[in-house]
């Protein structure tokens, strides 16, 4: 398939409209009350990097139409890449004898009334431009952190295309164009190495910094660069933690979880009757980020996504139910992507380790699932050694313990600087009270 943007990407839609409109009325046709087509097309180009050299120079396109449809209550989903008639009916066939055989539930439901449309970011790829951006993060992996071997990586121009349809009269288009950068690897010296260690982000443009800048690559590669010859702390003590933003990542995910569809439709978020409640530090807060580079501002059950404020001086301010999850739990609809950042502190990010007295910066957590109660034991990982207000040796075979809610009310201090990595903008975090072993 190829895809030709011309100098008026305005018309970017006509053809998907085409299709999509073609396929909601087969899924009409076809008996089933509510419906929902969403055809798109998404192409990449990219210059990957392998074991410290570029790669593979490459453009790939993939083309699919998404199908919903829903029988009685009854809902079924599919997805293909082909649009020609038979492929349709096929589909279409398939979707029937799915909804049939799927449990009955008067919440499904398509969106209604859903108008947008949006043209955001470089629409066209300069593959040049991503092999300066290479360039340029193999040079800095050579010069500054020659332990550092960058297994993967790669500088990626993207365009995604889309347009969704649906019985109630939603009608969603949107072109978007992004640049990624990415790298992933660990380091050697000798026999000993360290745990892998990865960073990535998008941007609208690589320009304004040099390429390790973004999205902490170059500071991951020289704390991973540090992390070859690694200690335990060697006891049990409660400390602090002073958070990195990936680490934070992982704190938010969590949030995220509690304020969404399936723990509040099974009941057991432990947010579900705190709206306008104090649950975290007066330090923190949370809004959404629905127009940052790569970020389309649509829900995937197709509604509009307006800006949102979750979070302000630690109060909260809204639950996050899809259109399913409102009316499954009663709960206001407050349709949300992907995209979030968090405000700046005060306090400088040089300046958050001096009160540790003991403790870890924290790279990354891997602590699987948390109980239902927001209890933990993690592994902290691309982590190091704080004592007496001072950054040491990286950290091996070190856990923490703790709960995920009280380390939200526990939140002591928040830089000033963040980390802005397209989609999510993090500061950093010192926290208190968590039980190391």
């Not at 295309?161 to 978007?176: C, E, I, M, P, R």
């Not at 999205?215 to 049990?236: A, E, K, L």
């Not at 099974?266 to 980020?289: D, H, K, M, N």
Request: hydrophobic share 40%.
């Amino acid at each position: 398939m190829t895809i030709t943007l011309t100098d008026r990407p305005d018309d970017f839609d006509h053809p998907l409209r085409d299709t999509a409109e073609r396929a909601l009325q087969a899924l009409q046709a076809a008996g089933f009350q509510q419906a929902q087509a969403s055809a798109g097309w998404y192409r990449q180009t990219e210059l990957n990097i392998a074991h410290d050299e570029p790669s593979l120079l490459r453009s790939t396109v993939q083309r699919r139409l998404s199908l919903l449809g829903l029988l009685d209550g009854r809902r079924a989903s599919i997805e293909l890449s082909q649009t020609d008639a038979d492929s349709l009916a096929q589909a279409v066939a398939e979707l029937q004898a799915a909804a049939r055989a799927a449990p009955q539930d008067d919440a499904n439901v398509v969106s209604a009334g859903q108008r947008a449309r949006q043209v955001q970011g470089p629409l066209q790829a300069d593959p040049a431009g991503l092999a300066d951006t290479v360039a340029e993060l193999l040079e800095f992996r050579a010069r500054e952190t020659p332990r550092f071997n960058l297994e993967e990586g790669a500088a990626a121009h993207h365009l995604s295309a889309s347009v969704t349809l649906t019985t109630g009269g939603s009608d969603l288009a949107s072109l978007a164009g992004w640049c990624s950068l990415s790298a992933f690897g660990t380091a050697r010296e000798g026999e000993r190495a360290s745990s892998f260690n990865h960073a990535s982000g998008s941007t609208h443009a690589f320009t304004g910094q040099p390429a390790p800048a973004w999205f902490g690559i170059g500071d991951m590669m020289r704390d991973t660069s540090q992390q070859v010859d690694t200690q335990p702390f060697g006891d049990r003590f409660v400390g602090s933690v002073v958070l990195t933003p990936a680490a934070v990542s992982d704190l938010l995910g969590w949030l995220l979880g509690q304020l969404g569809d399936a723990q509040l439709i099974a009941g057991s978020s432990l947010y579900r009757g705190q709206v306008g409640q104090t649950i975290a530090s007066p330090l923190l807060g949370l809004r959404s980020r629905f127009s940052g580079p790569g970020v389309v501002p649509v829900s995937a059950d197709a509604c509009v996504t307006p800006d949102v404020e979750v979070m302000r001086d630690g109060q909260l301010l809204t639950l996050l139910p899809s259109l399913y999850g409102a009316r499954k739990t009663g709960l206001p609809h407050v349709p949300t992507t992907f995209g979030w950042e968090m405000p700046a502190g005060a306090t400088p990010r040089g300046a958050l380790v001096e009160p540790v007295a003991r403790g870890a910066l924290v790279g990354r957590l891997s602590m699987g699932m948390p109980a239902a109660n927001g209890d933990f034991s993690a592994v902290i990982k691309n982590s190091f050694r704080i004592e007496g207000g001072v950054v040491g040796r990286a950290l091996s075979e070190v856990m923490i313990a703790g709960n995920m809610a009280r380390m939200l009310q526990a939140v002591e201090a928040v830089s000033q600087e963040r980390l802005d990595t397209g989609s999510t903008v993090l500061p950093w975090l010192r926290i208190g009270g968590l039980h190391f072993s």
